[in-house]
């Protein structure tokens, strides 16, 4: 906050009257008296302080997403056609949205039912998943368990396992996820024993590394187009985004 204010204030400076004296030629006399100059002027207008922060702060948010913006750009492919992530929703959809999800993060829980209320109200958004486990072993075992379904069992059954999992409250334990795999109609051997296979580990490495190339460190974090949106969005803010897109 302090570096923010420090930066704001020197922006405030701009609003000052002119001054006539070169800055880089002054004498220390001078120097003084334009800097007590500056603290009263700062003094009696400290609305000057306030517009500059939020001026620094505009243009810190603009940087940000233009920067959000080259990235989506530049890993384009990796996002929306790796070959391996869940593809739902309507496949040939004109708006495509991507989480980023762990399955025991608070947040991802609350957003599920919003993008799922997205995805069947609208009918025109294509929906990938990627399995971001990051929040410890618990994470990583549930993202195990839903890529190895996605493999062996096709997306239908990925599907069914991801809305289990993410609705899931207690222990992630391999005698927990053999009860979940046996509600779902699967082998349960099968599933525990594809979990810790190359193939499961290749597919959550190459998204972890995706992660990482587009700055991402928390969940959920989505992909709408090519917008980077960090964090829980409610279904109105979501939906008012898809409009926007469309160019409603």
């Known amino acids: 906050m302090l570096k923010s204010l420090t930066t704001a204030a020197a922006i405030a400076l701009t609003a000052l009257p002119a001054f006539a004296l070169d800055l880089d030629k002054m004498s220390e006399d001078e120097r003084a008296a334009f800097r007590a100059e500056v603290r009263a002027y700062l003094l009696d207008n400290p609305e000057v302080i306030m517009e500059a922060v939020g001026l620094l702060e505009q243009r810190e948010a603009e940087a940000a997403a233009s920067h959000d913006i080259a990235l989506v750009k530049a890993h384009s492919n990796a996002i929306f056609n790796d070959g391996f992530s869940y593809v739902g929703g309507n496949p040939e959809g004109d708006i495509t949205l991507v989480e980023f999800v762990d399955y025991r993060c608070g947040y991802c829980r609350r957003a599920h039912e919003e993008v799922k209320k997205l995805v069947e109200k609208d009918g025109n958004i294509r929906l990938i998943y990627k399995e971001f486990p990051i929040l410890g072993e618990g994470s990583l075992l ?5 890529v190895a379904i996605k493999q062996l069992f096709g997306n239908e059954a990925y599907a ?22 046996d509600s779902l109609g699967h082998s349960a051997s ?11 580990t290749d597919e959550i490495r190459q998204t972890r590394e995706l992660a990482n190339r587009l ?21 109105d803010n979501m939906a008012a985004l898809v409009a926007e897109k469309r160019g409603n």
């Open 190 to 200: 099968d599933v525990l024993s594809h979990m810790n296979s190359d193939q499961v």
């Open 215 to 235: 700055a991402i460190s928390g969940t959920p974090t989505f992909v709408m187009q090519d917008q980077l949106l960090r964090g829980y969005l409610p279904y």
């Open 160 to 181: 069914e396992a991801h809305d289990t999992l993410i609705a899931f409250k207690g222990d992630v334990t391999p005698t927990a996820l053999t009860r979940i795999a």
């Open 142 to 146: 549930s993202s195990r368990f839903a």
